[in-house]
């Protein structure tokens, strides 16, 4: 869980999470990232949400996963990131 909205961290953080944890273990890694703001009372911006899909999609990442599905059902743009990143 590289939840970087809600540890009040850049998006770019998720990579280097992900990057540090591969170092150390001999599985594949699937971050997870936040869709909607929680514990905090800033949005959790589409920008935001987009620099940390495309953090969470460098290698040695295997893939995303999204925490979680019902907030990403409700906010089309988001889903649009998402097909824009052919995820």
Do not use: C, N
């Not at 590289?2 to 594949?28: F, I, K, Q």
């Not at 929680?38 to 040695?60: M, V, W």
Request: hydrophobic share 40%; net charge negative; charged share 25%.
């Amino acid at each position: 869980m590289a939840y970087a909205h809600m540890l009040h961290r850049e998006p770019e953080w998720v990579g280097g999470v992900t990057r540090e944890l591969a170092a150390r273990v001999d599985v594949p890694v699937y971050p997870s990232i936040e869709v909607k703001e929680s514990y905090r009372s800033e949005e959790l911006t589409g920008a935001f949400f987009e620099s940390a899909l495309e953090s969470a999609l460098q290698p040695p990442s295997r893939g995303v996963v999204f925490w979680s599905w019902p907030p990403l059902a409700e906010q089309e743009a988001k889903q649009e990131i998402l097909e824009h990143h052919g995820s």
